[in-house]
C-alpha cells in the first residue's frame, strides 16, 4: 500500500464499509446513491467549498461574458446575427452573474 492510502478518515472508513456491503462493483441504485452522498460529504474535489466555487466560476463568466458583448459587439456580424447585443437583457444577465459572483464570494470569505 502506499502511503497516502495508509491514512484513515471517516469517509474513507464508511466508504470501504459500503464497498463491502455492496459488492466489489457497484450494482443497485441505492449503493450508488449512499456512495455519491459518502464522496460529496467528503473533503474530495474541494469537499464542502465546491457549490460557492461553481457558483463564482459561472457568475464570473456571466457577468464578463455578456460586459464584453456589450462593449465589444463583433466587427462584421455573419448573415442572421444580431450587430449588437440586445441591451436589456445583456445588463440583466450581467446583473444576475454579478449578483451570483458576489454571493459566492461572500460564502467563501465567510467561511475562512
Sequence with gaps: M???QQTSSPSVSIL?????????RVRTVGCAVVLAAVLAASQL???NDLLPYLVLALGGALFVGNGLALLRPPPRPK???????PAARTITMMVVGGLAALWALASLL???
Design 16 to 24: 470501504r464499509e459500503i464497498l463491502t456491503l455492496c459488492g466489489e
Design 79 to 85: 448573415p442572421g446575427e444580431l450587430r449588437r447585443a
Design 110 to 112: 465567510a467561511r475562512g
Design 45 to 47: 474535489l474541494l469537499g
Design 2 to 4: 502506499h502511503a497516502a
